[in-house]
């Protein structure tokens, strides 16, 4: 039978080694499963200036790593490997990985969540190859080409503002005539000749030969459509929360996100959730790590006392 650990993190993104850290620190025998790379989603944050400690800003390419050379350090056990399910033995948790079977006493699932898709034809197709969630990873090979972002929030207009740099123009599409994005960001965007926006619009495909040529393009209000020359698309829909593998492990809310209490908490004893994947989380790199210290506490004090409330 495999090992059981007393903690396994399902995760390695802010909230997973900021869990690791705490649980590693109390002599737990820990270990976080990653399926990607060290970092989860600040990977596509080009520079963080809104993480508490960096005056001068940092570039996610250079946090990730950090994070786990930190949890590493202090005695946190990390495998790459997918978590495919996870079952209930008891109070045993198993989790069905691409590398096999582990369990553990306590779990904490700290998923976060995965670009929305835009559903329309074409994006298969040109996924990777003009399609991209990643602005700092792909955005210099649009260098004097136009490029669309798609979405309204902050990282539309943070992505939308980096590819300015490379871009002959970029322009945001988006289905509202008014944005989510903060004030600053808007107020950035406005101010930037390279941006311009198409408001009340989406996107009903992305057509090419070998690569991107345009976008067909419709007026929610009008239902007039048209064709947006473009070679590459941003899509910045909104997140979808990593919680299919679960299948109804804990209870989840209306957006598939999963409840827990101020301590991170499930319905289910041993089992917590921290950062993006959780119900009412900010969404930002300070309270996925901040999720994280609360879930790794809790943890270590249920492996101590067996208590799951008091
Ligand atoms: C473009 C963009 C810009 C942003 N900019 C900022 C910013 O400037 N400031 C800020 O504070 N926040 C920003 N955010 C938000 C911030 O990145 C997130 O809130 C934070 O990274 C969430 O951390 P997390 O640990 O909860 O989840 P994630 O970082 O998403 O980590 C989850 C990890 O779990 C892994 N995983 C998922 N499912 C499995 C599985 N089944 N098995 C194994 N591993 C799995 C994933 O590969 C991933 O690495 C930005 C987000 C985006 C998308």
């Not at 929030?153 to 994005?181: F, K, M, N, W």
Request: charged share 20%.
């Amino acid at each position: 039978m495999a090992e059981t650990y007393d903690l396994i993190i399902i995760g390695g993104g802010a909230a997973g080694f900021t869990a690791g850290i705490y649980a590693a620190r109390d002599r737990c025998q820990a270990l976080l499963l990653e399926r990607v790379a060290a970092g989860g989603q600040v990977l596509n944050c080009e520079h963080i200036e809104n993480y508490p400690g960096f005056p001068d800003g940092v570039a996610g390419y250079t946090l990730g790593p950090l994070l786990q050379q930190q949890a590493m350090k202090l005695g946190l056990g990390v495998g790459l490997t997918d978590v495919d399910a996870v079952r209930l033995e008891g109070e045993v948790k198993v989790l069905q990985t691409g590398n096999g079977e582990v369990r553990a006493h306590a779990l904490i699932i700290a998923t976060g969540s995965s670009f929305t898709q835009l559903g329309v034809p074409g994006e298969e197709t040109f996924l990777g190859r003009g399609v991209s969630h990643c602005a700092a990873c792909d955005g210099a090979m649009f260098m004097e080409q136009p490029v669309a972002v798609i979405g309204g929030g902050d990282a539309a207009l943070d992505e939308a503002l980096y590819l300015t740099q490379y871009a002959s123009q970029v322009t945001i599409v988006h289905r509202r005539d008014t944005l989510r994005a903060c004030q600053l960001l808007q107020e950035r965007a406005q101010a930037n000749q390279k941006l311009t926006f198409r408001w009340n619009t989406v996107v009903r495909a992305i057509e090419g030969k070998e690569v991107i040529q345009r976008l067909q393009i419709e007026d929610v209000k009008t239902g007039e459509r048209s064709a947006l020359d473009v070679a590459g698309v941003f899509p910045y829909l909104g997140l979808t929360p990593n919680t299919q593998f679960l299948n109804g492990l804990v209870p989840l809310n209306a957006r598939g996100q999963i409840i827990t209490d101020l301590w991170m908490r499930t319905a289910v004893p041993g089992v917590l959730a921290a950062g993006d994947v959780r119900g009412d989380s900010a969404r930002q790199l300070v309270s996925a790590a901040g999720d994280g210290a609360t879930a790794g506490l809790a943890a270590v004090r249920y492996l101590q006392t067996g208590q799951w409330r008091e």
